[in-house]
């Protein structure tokens, strides 16, 4: 029982980082129907400037949480600047353009690829711990840094959900992602709607990678392999869904967690393949998916 | 350009390439040529499915299949480089018409993200199996000795027997079913074209050539390990279809020339691959939409349409 609740907490922290991973795909994807391979990147470049600039700022004699606070708003800047340039750059021309925009990213990511590793070196590093000590649940052992790190991501994904629901901006962002013509017909500002979607992912994919950088290790491609479980979490749960995306995510997260725990790391991987397959064949739309 | 002068031109290209094939002597460059060959057929096969709006990018994953399938023949069983390969692309062929019978029943977006996690998959599944090296890969693929000296011509031969056949594809009644299914799929439906099935073919026969691709590259390296068959080789297949010119057979082949002789000298001078692949994709999606054919079309029609107009003042 014990290790099952200690499981169960495991896979709600991994799942707490694929869900801010995954509530920006589908939103990218809701709001301007493109598929985002660079959003790995923009995970990969705030978690790598906290890993960065936390270590001399520490050193410097600033208290280890004043220095995270500073490291991270450095770090979800530099993000949110990236993010701002690529679709000023790029997927502004691309919008509604599913393979246009798909090659553009893969662009970005290779191009990105190349820049990180050239900045940063190919080197992981490590983050000095924040918040020390561990506190029981139930039986369950958990560091507070990873309690603080599912407690941010639930929160954000809590607020998100409300704010899509209650706020202007929320409303807008659905109306575009069901029918754009008709939201612009009724006055929504298309342009900038899709902006400051794109915004928004890209926040959540920067505070992801902040909240990440203290719990894991650091490097240039640390991006990719999030992608991958965010991108198969929303087709489990339906492109453009926002409670799928979440449900999705929690269900790779169980998986991978209790599969590695009884099996091994890399059955654990094709069994969440063989999951998608078995999603896809009853439901070509993933489960809350409306395509 | 019109049809025939079309027709030529290609004969006249791959006449050269095979000349070229077989007098090549300098070690290097014969490697470089090979190289340039079986991405030229790589990046063919993705613009052939990319013909039907569909993005394979399990493209990796059934180059991979290939390769893994002729290396495990050539080294476990003794079968011989010819059967090997054939084996290949029919072994790519058959998975591939299995993915895609379940994936194709989604479109768009899934396709191609299943397709991504598909090669991610397979990545993983070679290395659980010690038959196939595990994650170091297996080594000592090597074809008969008797054939050494050829396997630059016997590369180019097949690659070029392979694309004069997707040539043929793309502009028979069947590759004008592609179009309609891109254009509008339900339209073809009501004609009663069973496009799901003409789909499961044509992914399916593009995947034979990346299969193929995948057992010349084994062959040819004679090493290989699943990190040569991550997504990135899907991606750089792109790269070369986007260089190119999406739109014309000869994109995709242009495209690996350009592309993967640019990267050997980049190589040379210790440049970085990711940042050159990326950038050229980058600069011909905003810049060149129609890829480096396209723009020397526009220039050379352009061109004609001024010289017109200098004869048109002179009468």
């Known amino acids: 029982m014990q290790t099952f609740i200690q499981l169960g907490a495991t896979a709600l922290q991994i799942g707490a980082v694929y869900i801010l991973f995954s509530l920006g795909l589908t939103l990218i994807f809701g709001v301007m129907r493109i598929v985002n391979f660079v959003h790995g990147h923009i995970f990969a470049v705030a978690a790598l400037i906290v890993a960065y600039i936390l270590p001399p700022l520490a050193a410097g004699g600033l208290s280890a949480p004043v220095a995270y606070v500073l490291a991270s708003i450095a770090g979800i800047a530099v993000a949110l600047g990236l993010g701002a340039l690529l679709y000023f750059f790029g997927f502004r021309y691309f919008q509604r353009d599913l393979v246009g925009s798909f090659i553009l990213s893969i662009g970005f990511v290779l191009l990105l690829d190349g820049v990180l590793l050239h900045l940063f070196g190919g080197a992981v590093r490590g983050v000095p711990e924040i918040f020390p000590g561990r506190v029981s649940i139930a039986g369950a052992q958990i560091t507070v840094q990873r309690l603080f790190l599912c407690a941010v991501a639930l929160v954000m994904a809590g607020v998100l959900y409300w704010a899509l629901g209650h706020t202007r901006l929320g409303k807008a962002l659905r109306a575009v992602s069901y029918d754009h013509e008709a939201a612009m017909m009724v006055g929504v500002p298309y342009a900038r709607i899709a902006f400051l979607g794109f915004m928004i992912a890209s926040l959540l994919a920067a505070i992801a990678g902040v909240l990440l950088a203290p719990v894991t290790i650091v490097s240039p491609v640390i991006g990719t392999d999030y992608l991958i479980k965010g991108f198969i979490a929303v087709i489990i749960g339906g492109l453009g869904s926002v409670p799928g995306a979440i449900l999705g995510s929690l269900f790779v997260a169980s998986i991978e967690t209790f599969g590695s725990y009884y099996l091994d790391s890399s059955y654990a991987t094709l069994a969440i393949f063989g999951m998608v397959i078995v999603v896809l064949l009853f439901w070509p739309k993933g489960v809350l998916g409306r395509g | 350009m019109d049809k025939r002068t079309d027709t030529y031109l290609m004969v006249l290209i791959a006449a050269g390439a095979l000349l070229l094939s077989l007098f090549l002597q300098d070690a290097y460059l014969r490697s470089v040529l090979n190289v340039m060959a079986i991405s030229a057929?790589?990046?063919?096969?993705?613009?052939f499915v990319m013909l039907m709006g569909e993005l394979n990018f399990a493209l990796a994953a059934f180059t991979g299949i290939g390769a893994y399938c002729a290396g495990y023949l050539n080294?476990?069983?003794?079968?011989?480089?010819?059967?090997?390969?054939?084996?290949?692309?029919?072994?790519?062929?058959?998975?591939?018409?299995?993915?895609?019978?379940?994936t194709l029943r989604a479109k768009g977006p899934y396709f191609l993200l299943i397709g991504f996690a598909f090669t991610e998959a397979v990545r993983v599944a070679y290395s659980k199996f010690g038959a196939l090296g595990g994650t170091s890969g297996m080594v000592g693929i090597f074809p008969a000795r008797a054939l050494d000296d050829w396997m630059p011509f016997i590369v180019m031969c097949v690659v070029v027997v392979l694309l004069v056949a997707f040539y043929i594809a793309e502009h028979s009644d069947f590759g004008r079913i592609l179009f309609a299914i891109r254009e509008n799929e339900d339209v073809a439906r009501s004609v009663g074209i069973n496009t799901y099935l003409c789909k499961v073919i044509a992914i399916s026969g593009a995947c034979f050539a990346a299969g193929v691709a995948g057992g010349l590259h084994a062959f040819v390296n004679n090493v290989i390990s699943p990190g040569d068959f991550s997504y990135l080789l899907a991606a750089f297949a792109l790269a070369y279809v986007k260089v190119g010119g999406e739109g014309y057979f000869l994109g995709p082949i242009v495209g690996a020339v350009l592309l993967v002789a640019l990267s050997s000298y980049a190589l040379g001078l210790g440049g970085d691959e990711h940042f050159l692949y990326g950038g050229a994709i980058i600069i011909a999606v905003l810049l060149m939409p129609k890829g480096v054919l396209g723009a020397a079309g526009y220039l050379r029609s352009r061109g004609t349409s001024a010289k017109r107009r200098v004869d048109a003042n002179a009468h």
């Open chain 2, 75 to 102: 080294t476990a069983l003794d079968v011989p480089f010819g059967i090997g390969v054939l084996l290949a692309g029919l072994v790519a062929a058959l998975a591939s018409a299995a993915f895609g019978a379940i």
């Open chain 2, 41 to 47: 057929l790589l990046a063919t096969s993705l613009r």
